[in-house]
């Protein structure tokens, strides 16, 4: 199952455990528990730190990792593909390896008071669900009375049934859906621990003024971020999550020098690149607001502002939505925006892809894989996929393709899609079409709405920027997606961080000394 290169990597991180690690396996008869018997006997053949059980358990297949602090993490399912790295930290963080969080937070987690199970949902395909799984399995590792299971749906379908799940990660807390999609560390502490909120923004009001304060931390922002630190000037990151859209990518072989690479690996990098330098990264919060006195007054989503000398602006994009009846309803039940994370969901069953793009061309090929049927929706009369992935998808038997539709209506049960409504703009004719799921790729939307009356923006609300970075507003600098730049990607926006960066140092070095700075 693991080949011995790999299994060599494993021997060397499990020599980082100080403590004893418990694995209590749940089998059954059926071939993938033979599968989690063979993982779990390799893995405990490679540290005499840990132990192997049998036990008969509410899921079968599932291996339970218990360390001596009472750290208990489960699961159920085989913990491969994307999940491995969320199964070797389970063992490390058991086994007493230390937890890479700040310790005012590690401190937060255990001092939390009540039961909380956790259980997610998730498809091993899926590049956001590991994000998930690894920040609650930390919680676990902190809290005795914080369990966590992760239960992959191709294999517990009658529970992903029952329970109606038809989106990736779907987290449940004591038996209550809790949230879906990616959820970070920060935001599960905001709806468990009501006080944290507060506390964050107390300490970041006492934060001093930066030189630079970047906003967003996808490829733009950690762009702009490091080389504004290595100009030796105080330098901050504020962002909702660090990596932004490219989380959200699946295969990027167009970064020039890497042949090819996953999202999730490049923001990882990105990451600890960023890390190297003096920047105070403050992930987990939401620009809502912007001022200017003697300084720009930037406002979070928790109530705390920061001051600094100039601003970046890098908070990209997100997903296009349809804007029709019904898709807000039926969002996480049915409605879709990742076809990787979502897909595997909707096995056997027919689906529907909004958009002719290279987008929706893609998504359409990848889940021809597994679904039964995939109708393409394009509004124009005409395709705009690259012609190659056009040929690929008229190969494929059980794709169909509609030009000129426009989307009217989400229809659903009151529980999940049923179908969708469509308009012929040739023929005026209405249309109904009965699928099981919907993957809306429509293209990006600017986040800049919180800016709209303060900078000038296009009429699509990208931050009109110069050749330096500058907008509208002197001080301010705008990078990436959330700009004009006609080309949305991860190279040309990590050449924008760097160049509004530059562009704010520039501005900052012309400035007129405060009096305070004068008699210094």
């Known amino acids: 199952m693991l080949n011995s290169q790999i299994i060599e990597q494993l021997k ?8 004893q690690v418990t694995l209590t396996v749940s089998i059954d008869d059926s071939d993938k528990s033979k599968e989690l018997d063979q993982l779990a006997s390799t893995i405990a053949s490679l540290s005499p ?3 192997l059980n049998y036990e008969q358990g509410t899921r079968s297949p599932s291996l339970t990792i218990s360390g001596v602090s009472g750290a208990k993490m489960c699961f159920a399912g085989i913990p491969l593909g994307h999940e491995f790295t969320s199964l070797v930290l389970a063992l490390l963080h058991s086994g007493g390896h230390p937890i890479k969080l700040e310790q005012d937070v590690i401190e937060q987690v255990k001092q939390l008071d009540g039961h909380f199970a956790f ?5 091993l395909s899926c590049q956001n669900c590991p994000d998930v799984v690894q920040a609650l399995n930390m919680l676990a590792a902190l809290n005795p009375n914080i369990v966590h299971t992760m239960i992959d749906g191709a294999l517990f379908e009658k529970e992903v049934n029952d329970r109606s799940i038809m989106a990736v990660p ?22 468990i621990d009501s006080g944290t909120e507060e506390k ?20 733009a922002g950690a762009s702009a971020a490091i080389y504004a630190a290595r100009k030796g000037i105080k330098t901050g990151l504020v962002a909702d999550r660090f990596g932004g859209q490219v989380m959200d990518t699946i295969g990027i072989e167009n970064f020039i020098s890497v042949k090819k690479t996953e999202g999730p690996k490049l923001v990882a990098s990105l990451e600890e690149h960023v890390k190297d330098y003096d920047v105070d990264i403050m992930t987990g919060n939401l620009a809502v607001n912007v001022e200017q006195n003697d300084y720009f007054n930037l406002t979070l989503d928790n109530g705390a502002t920061l001051q600094s000398k100039s601003l970046i602006l890098a908070t990209g994009a997100r997903w296009r939505q349809m804007n029709v009846p019904g898709e807000q309803e039926y969002r996480g039940k049915g409605v879709a ?6 897909g595997p969901l909707f096995k056997g069953k027919s689906v529907a892809v909004i958009g002719g793009g290279n987008s929706g061309i893609e998504a359409a090929i990848d889940l021809a894989g597994f679904v039964n049927h995939v109708t393409v929706l394009e509004f124009d009369n005409k395709l705009r996929a690259d012609q190659v992935l056009q040929d690929k998808a008229a190969s494929m038997g059980n794709i169909t393709i509609i030009k000129s539709a426009m989307t009217t209506q989400v229809l659903g049960d009151g ?8 308009t012929d703009r040739t023929t005026e004719q209405s249309h ?3 699928l099981a799921g919907i993957f809306v790729q429509i293209g990006l939307v600017p986040n800049s709405e919180w800016l709209r009356d303060y900078i000038e923006l296009t009429p699509r609300g990208e931050i009109i920027t110069d050749k330096q970075g500058n907008t509208s507003v002197p001080g301010i600098f705008a990078a990436g997606d959330v700009t004009d730049s006609p080309y949305k990607q991860i190279i040309i926006a990590m050449g924008d961080g760097a160049n509004a960066s530059l562009g704010a140092f520039d501005y900052l070095i012309r400035q007129v000394p405060n009096v305070e700075e004068k008699v210094a």
């Open 119 to 123: 259980e997610t949902y998730v498809s």
């Open 49 to 51: 730190l840990i132990t």
């Open 432 to 434: 109904d079409i009965e």
């Open 337 to 342: 925006y990742c076809p990787h994370c979502d």
């Open 200 to 219: 964050r923004a107390q300490q970041m009001n006492q934060k001093d003024p930066f030189d630079v304060l970047v906003v967003g931390g996808g490829p």
């Open 12 to 19: 060397t991180y499990l020599k980082n455990l100080t403590n």
């Open 170 to 191: 779907s987290v449940y807390l004591n038996g209550e859906l809790f949230s879906q999609g990616r959820i970070s560390l920060p935001d599960v502490l905001k709806k």
């Open 415 to 422: 529980n999940k899609v049923t179908g969708l409504r469509y």
